[in-house]
Nanobody, 122 residues
Framework: QGQLVESGGGLVQAGGSLRLSCAAS????????MGWSRQAPGKEREFIAV????????YYADSVRGRFTISRDNTKKTMYLQMSNMKPEDTAVYYC???????????????WGQGTQVTVSS
């Protein structure tokens, strides 16, 4: 599988919005389910969202459902995570990942990016 590179992280105030991107290279992007996870300091990595091959099915963890939106553009080989109404507890390193199969768990993904830091101030 190819390389995944996240971008778009940064500092945002509580209640604000941020959009993350995940650019893929060296793989047939349209053949992979894509997802996002995050890891807060001192906590285990948490699955937060997944999207299917053509983008017409998505699934979210309860912690972000209704506030975050996952999407993809197969022509650009890029996936996005639009984060709105952000909370301090959203502070974490956010990772994108790919899987050849449908999955809603961390163990289902087998290719990961290096992560991008998101910090939400109160």
């Amino acid at each position: 599988q190819g390389q995944l590179v996240e971008s778009g992280g940064g500092l945002v105030q509580a209640g604000g919005s941020l959009r993350l991107s995940c650019a893929a290279s060296g793989q047939s992007f349209h053949n992979y389910f894509m997802g996002w996870s995050r890891q807060a300091p001192g906590k285990e990595r948490e699955f937060i969202a997944v999207i299917n091959l053509n983008g017409d099915w998505t699934y979210y963890a309860d912690s972000v459902r209704g506030r975050f939106t996952i999407s993809r553009d197969n022509t650009k080989k890029t996936m996005y995570l639009q984060m709105s109404n952000m909370k301090p507890e959203d502070t974490a390193v956010y990772y994108c990942a790919s899987s050849p199969h449908a999955t809603t768990t961390l163990t289902g993904f087998n290719n990961w990016g290096q992560g991008t830091q998101v910090t939400v101030s109160s």
